[in-house]
């Protein structure tokens, strides 16, 4: 096992977990109304929790994708800003209160990173063949990807909410 790809993994992992603490405990500081209140496109807080629990599973699911030489499924919807399969998602994973949303977004985060956990660290950006569009398709940059995004999300909910205050 390479001690750099140990350490990137370790990282990677760490990293999603650090940067979804970080915006829950932004958005735990908001109160219901703010919640509910549409901040991002078509979306609230709510809305947005279940887009990143929703993709907790696709990354799941891509994971093993990957690792079998497979495309993983979501590929298959993808469009401008994943806008359809993202719509897919907040309708599957949204519940009705915070404390819901809140407790599906930590287990299926857990979920995720009990998975990722098993799997051998030079796997997550081994070349398994897997591309789309001439795109190589790896564990990691699908995590990097999701790094990625929650920090942009988190950054969203502070310039809004930060703004209505």
């Not at 703010?34 to 929790?49: A, H, K, M, N, Y």
């Not at 929650?150 to 809004?160: C, S, T, W």
């Amino acid at each position: 096992m390479s001690t750099k790809a140990q350490a990137k993994k370790e990282w990677i992992i760490g990293e999603m977990q650090r940067v979804r603490s970080e915006l829950l405990t932004e958005v735990a500081g908001l109160s219901r109304r703010e919640r509910d209140t549409v901040f991002l496109g078509i979306w609230s807080v709510r809305d947005l929790l279940a887009h990143l629990a929703g993709w907790d599973f696709a990354n799941l699911d891509a994971a093993k994708s990957i690792i079998a030489g497979r495309l993983p499924s979501f590929y298959e919807h993808h469009d401008r800003d994943w806008q359809t399969y993202n719509a897919m998602l907040v309708r599957k994973y949204r519940r009705n209160t915070f404390r819901e949303i809140r407790a599906i977004l930590k287990g299926s985060q857990q979920k995720l990173v009990d998975h990722l956990q098993t799997i051998p660290p030079e796997d997550f950006n081994r070349d398994f063949g897997v591309r789309f569009r001439g795109y190589k398709v790896t564990i990691e940059r699908l995590l990097e990807a999701d790094v990625k995004d929650v920090r942009i999300h988190r950054q969203q909910i502070v310039d809004f909410f930060s703004k209505q205050k």
